[in-house]
């Protein structure tokens, strides 16, 4: 149904995994040839319980994951950075269609709740069969984080059968080792999935040098999945994983302290020792049931969420004025449930709803040095302390949220869809507020080869639960780190209207050309700022919002060929600032709000393109051979007015060189090559300037990776 209904972009596929040492084929008989039609049915199922409807739809196929640089191996938000309109920022973040973050994760069909990871992946690539990113004007089941929709189908023991072992080593102290490994007992399926890695690029480096200081990372992650067949229209599947990651947090060399401690005011700031861990476990438990002409699945869910930032003790006094141990902490659970009903020959009815609790909690121990009165002049402006006092702060807020939708998928004639629905979000926590939300999608497929989309969705996007309290600016008042600003109006939820157009054509075999426009109005359009510590990230809003774009898209696959391009545009202006002020001075706030800028995130310019060709395609000694380049024009920095202008724009080679080796072992021996940033351009993300922005960052330098995989 879903191939009928939506545009969707397909980014590549190669033809190496088609080799026999790399067959995905499990050893089949009568009984395992029933289970499989079984397990293909339901997943049939369940993608027509929540299809795409009219959304822009880009899939990777997992062909083109492998042309990534390290293939299932590498972080995710690099995979998705080769879909158009992805933007490149910080700390492992990516942008959509101008939005800052705003991304919401489903693993089959389950949307997982926003965790605290700040600079770690908590989803393996390794551990997708399928994965769609989902954008545009968005059917009704999809809310709550509506820039992108990133739908993963998870692997299981059907899909990948026996085991999988890898180890990657290399430049800047590179290790991960991988292993996973899936089969089927009976009825039962299972897969599971885990790695480690160790380099020392865990953070992008604050300085244009090659390698940054004191920059370690350690991080394990681990993924299972059990699915039982109960009968032929019935299964119950469980989810679990988990991340743990430490960072060291890099250093800027010979830096000039701000402040005196204890009579220092000198100190080596390419020896300070800030570190920072994060953690995530998440489960999720399904029930899914196929009757007639009735599909749905009925989910319960969990996460569970930590950082902890550990300052360094003195040399975080003499460059910020505060130490600040922090620990936070975030529990969501909950469940949903998704339904279709085709009610009539023209008629598919869906509906579903959810509900979510979260608990947020946060304490921090900390020293920060006091504003004092100069004894010899008492009419001069207190000055800091050289002798810092110690304090405490936390809270603990709990929210929720209640979400429910109805929609009509109406086939009008053979070659238009009418998708209507309305959607109910509410939340209650810091804020209490709620919305009705309609939605609708016009497709017109008057031929396989041509689909023309139209459709409009009202947006309504939650804040984060935790927000900075006044007693917690009280608390500092006095001190070197006291804001200028003490007003901290609550962060409010983003209400938007957007309206979205593409087209998608298919002009010779193989050969997909795409192109879709889009226009967002956001009253309190939602942002994000680093404020603070590396742990601290602050929402605000934007009184008004907003966000265009245009986009192009093409690839080709044929024979031994992939060729893909993409191209975007994006425009993201906003005006005064009215939630959480206490972050910015009085004349930023005074200009912004008198004032349309261009927001930090906004990046104008976008492109990604890739080729790659596969030499005896087919046969056991296939080699592929691959390249792809990110552009991106800069995002914003401030020079005399707030994000008055963008960084310099940058264009990043990478390459890849795949050998299968046909040794005998197993079923199959793979060698990778792979060349990060080839021609070793030095480029920057951030330069520390612009609102909300925290820290100077650069792009990861010319890196080479070599990988050993084995399959059993």
Same mark, same amino acid.
């Given at each position: 149904?879903?191939?009928?209904?939506?545009?969707?972009?397909?980014?590549?596929?190669?033809?190496?995994?088609?080799?026999?040492?790399?067959?995905?084929?499990?050893?089949?008989?009568?009984?395992?040839?029933?289970?499989?039609?079984?397990?293909?049915?339901?997943?049939?199922?369940?993608?027509?319980?929540?299809?795409?409807?009219?959304?822009?739809?880009?899939?990777?196929?997992?062909?083109?994951?492998?042309?990534?640089?390290?293939?299932?191996?590498?972080?995710?938000?690099?995979?998705?950075?080769?879909?158009?309109?992805?933007?490149?920022?910080?700390?492992?973040?990516?942008?959509?269609?101008?939005?800052?973050?705003?991304?919401?994760?489903?693993?089959?069909?389950?949307?997982?709740?926003?965790?605290?990871?700040?600079?770690?992946?908590?989803?393996?690539?390794?551990?997708?069969?399928?994965?769609?990113?989902?954008?545009?004007?968005?059917?009704?089941?999809?809310?709550?984080?509506?820039?992108?929709?990133?739908?993963?189908?998870?692997?299981?023991?059907?899909?990948?059968?026996?085991?999988?072992?890898?180890?990657?080593?290399?430049?800047?102290?590179?290790?991960?080792?991988?292993?996973?490994?899936?089969?089927?007992?009976?009825?039962?399926?299972?897969?599971?999935?885990?790695?480690?890695?160790?380099?020392?690029?865990?953070?992008?480096?604050?300085?244009?040098?090659?390698?940054?200081?004191?920059?370690?990372?350690?991080?394990?992650?681990?993924?299972?999945?059990?699915?039982?067949?109960?009968?032929?229209?019935?299964?119950?599947?469980?989810?679990?994983?988990?991340?743990?990651?430490?960072?060291?947090?890099?250093?800027?060399?010979?830096?000039?302290?701000?402040?005196?401690?204890?009579?220092?005011?000198?100190?080596?700031?390419?020896?300070?020792?800030?570190?920072?861990?994060?953690?995530?476990?998440?489960?999720?438990?399904?029930?899914?049931?196929?009757?007639?002409?009735?599909?749905?699945?009925?989910?319960?869910?969990?996460?569970?969420?930590?950082?902890?930032?550990?300052?360094?003790?003195?040399?975080?006094?003499?460059?910020?004025?505060?130490?600040?141990?922090?620990?936070?902490?975030?529990?969501?659970?909950?469940?949903?449930?998704?339904?279709?009903?085709?009610?009539?020959?023209?008629?598919?009815?869906?509906?579903?709803?959810?509900?979510?609790?979260?608990?947020?909690?946060?304490?921090?121990?900390?020293?920060?040095?006091?504003?004092?009165?100069?004894?010899?002049?008492?009419?001069?402006?207190?000055?800091?302390?050289?002798?810092?006092?110690?304090?405490?702060?936390?809270?603990?807020?709990?929210?929720?949220?209640?979400?429910?939708?109805?929609?009509?998928?109406?086939?009008?004639?053979?070659?238009?869809?009418?998708?209507?629905?309305?959607?109910?979000?509410?939340?209650?926590?810091?804020?209490?507020?709620?919305?009705?939300?309609?939605?609708?999608?016009?497709?017109?497929?008057?031929?396989?080869?041509?689909?023309?989309?139209?459709?409009?969705?009202?947006?309504?996007?939650?804040?984060?639960?935790?927000?900075?309290?006044?007693?917690?600016?009280?608390?500092?008042?006095?001190?070197?780190?006291?804001?200028?600003?003490?007003?901290?109006?609550?962060?409010?939820?983003?209400?938007?209207?957007?309206?979205?157009?593409? $087209? *998608?054509?298919?002009? !010779?075999? #193989?050969?997909? /050309?795409?192109? @879709?426009?889009?226009?967002?109005?956001?009253?309190? &359009?939602?942002?994000?700022?680093?404020?603070?510590?590396?742990?601290?990230?602050?929402?605000?809003?934007?009184?008004?919002?907003?966000?265009?774009?245009?986009?192009?898209?093409?690839?080709?696959?044929?024979?031994?060929?992939?060729?893909?391009?993409?191209?975007?545009?994006?425009?993201?202006?906003?005006?005064?600032?009215?939630?959480?002020?206490?972050?910015?001075?009085?004349?930023?706030?005074?200009?912004?709000?008198?004032?349309?800028?261009?927001?930090?995130?906004?990046?104008?310019?976008?492109?990604?393109?890739?080729?790659?060709?596969?030499?005896?395609?087919?046969?056991?000694?296939?080699?592929? $051979? *691959?390249?792809?380049? !990110?552009? #991106?024009?800069? /995002?914003?920095? @401030?020079?005399?007015?707030?994000?008055?202008?963008? &960084?310099?724009?940058?264009?990043?080679?990478?390459?890849?060189?795949?050998?299968?080796?046909?040794?005998?072992?197993?079923?199959?021996?793979?060698?990778?090559?792979?060349?990060?940033?080839?021609?070793?351009?030095?480029?920057?993300?951030?330069?520390?300037?612009?609102?909300?922005?925290?820290?100077?960052?650069?792009?990861?330098?010319?890196?080479?990776?070599?990988?050993?995989?084995?399959?059993?």
């Amino acid at each position: 149904m879903r191939r009928h209904i939506a545009v969707s972009v397909t980014l590549g596929s190669l033809l190496l995994s088609s080799s026999p040492a790399f067959s995905q084929t499990a050893p089949a008989d009568d009984t395992a040839i029933d289970l499989d039609v079984t397990a293909r049915r339901l997943d049939q199922a369940r993608g027509s319980i929540q299809p795409s409807l009219g959304a822009t739809v880009y899939d990777f196929s997992r062909p083109f994951i492998e042309n990534v640089p390290l293939g299932e191996n590498a972080p995710l938000n690099q995979v998705l950075l080769r879909a158009p309109s992805v933007v490149q920022d910080g700390f492992g973040q990516i942008h959509v269609r101008g939005d800052h973050s705003n991304l919401q994760y489903r693993l089959d069909g389950v949307q997982l709740p926003d965790g605290l990871s700040r600079f770690s992946q908590f989803l393996m690539t390794r551990s997708i069969n399928q994965i769609s990113l989902l954008t545009g004007a968005l059917p009704a089941q999809y809310g709550l984080r509506t820039a992108g929709v990133v739908d993963i189908s998870v692997k299981s023991g059907s899909t990948d059968p026996g085991a999988d072992l890898s180890v990657t080593g290399g430049s800047r102290n590179y290790a991960q080792p991988a292993g996973s490994y899936g089969g089927r007992s009976g009825k039962v399926d299972y897969f599971v999935t885990g790695q480690f890695l160790h380099n020392g690029l865990g953070i992008e480096n604050p300085t244009a040098s090659f390698s940054p200081i004191h920059d370690d990372t350690d991080q394990w992650m681990a993924l299972g999945k059990v699915t039982g067949l109960i009968d032929e229209s019935t299964r119950v599947s469980f989810i679990a994983g988990g991340m743990n990651a430490a960072f060291q947090i890099p250093n800027v060399p010979w830096q000039i302290p701000h402040y005196n401690v204890f009579g220092h005011s000198d100190w080596n700031s390419g020896i300070l020792d800030q570190r920072q861990w994060e953690k995530t476990y998440f489960g999720i438990a399904s029930l899914q049931k196929s009757y007639e002409n009735l599909d749905f699945q009925l989910s319960g869910f969990a996460r569970y969420s930590a950082l902890y930032y550990q300052p360094d003790a003195i040399g975080d006094l003499l460059y910020n004025g505060i130490a600040p141990w922090t620990n936070r902490k975030s529990f969501a659970f909950g469940i949903q449930g998704d339904g279709s009903w085709k009610v009539a020959k023209d008629h598919t009815l869906r509906g579903g709803f959810l509900v979510q609790r979260e608990r947020s909690t946060a304490f921090t121990a900390g020293n920060v040095l006091p504003l004092v009165a100069n004894p010899d002049d008492p009419d001069a402006e207190p000055e800091p302390s050289e002798q810092p006092i110690g304090y405490n702060d936390g809270f603990d807020v709990t929210g929720w949220t209640y979400s429910v939708y109805l929609q009509d998928e109406w086939r009008i004639v053979p070659s238009v869809t009418l998708n209507f629905g309305l959607r109910f979000d509410a939340i209650s926590g810091v804020t209490s507020e709620y919305q009705f939300s309609p939605r609708v999608n016009l497709v017109w497929q008057p031929a396989p080869t041509f689909t023309f989309r139209a459709g409009y969705s009202r947006y309504f996007t939650p804040p984060p639960l935790t927000q900075i309290s006044a007693s917690s600016l009280a608390i500092l008042a006095n001190t070197a780190v006291a804001p200028e600003t003490l007003q901290n109006d609550p962060v409010r939820a983003e209400r938007a209207d957007f309206f979205d157009v593409g $087209v *998608s054509v298919k002009p !010779l075999r #193989g050969l997909t /050309l795409g192109l @879709s426009a889009y226009y967002k109005i956001s009253q309190n &359009l939602l942002d994000n700022g680093q404020f603070g510590a590396p742990i601290i990230i602050s929402a605000f809003n934007y009184a008004n919002g907003i966000v265009k774009g245009v986009e192009f898209n093409a690839s080709y696959d044929d024979g031994p060929w992939n060729l893909y391009f993409n191209g975007a545009f994006s425009d993201n202006i906003a005006t005064n600032i009215n939630s959480a002020q206490f972050n910015f001075g009085p004349d930023e706030l005074t200009y912004i709000a008198n004032n349309w800028i261009t927001t930090d995130h906004n990046q104008g310019w976008t492109f990604s393109t890739g080729a790659a060709y596969t030499f005896n395609a087919g046969r056991d000694w296939a080699t592929r $051979v *691959s390249a792809d380049v !990110l552009f #991106g024009s800069g /995002l914003r920095t @401030s020079i005399i007015t707030p994000n008055d202008t963008s &960084l310099p724009n940058y264009a990043v080679v990478n390459a890849s060189i795949v050998q299968n080796i046909p040794i005998g072992l197993g079923r199959g021996t793979q060698l990778r090559f792979d060349a990060i940033n080839l021609f070793d351009n030095i480029y920057q993300l951030r330069d520390g300037e612009g609102v909300g922005v925290g820290a100077p960052l650069f792009g990861q330098r010319q890196t080479f990776l070599l990988t050993l995989r084995q399959k059993f």
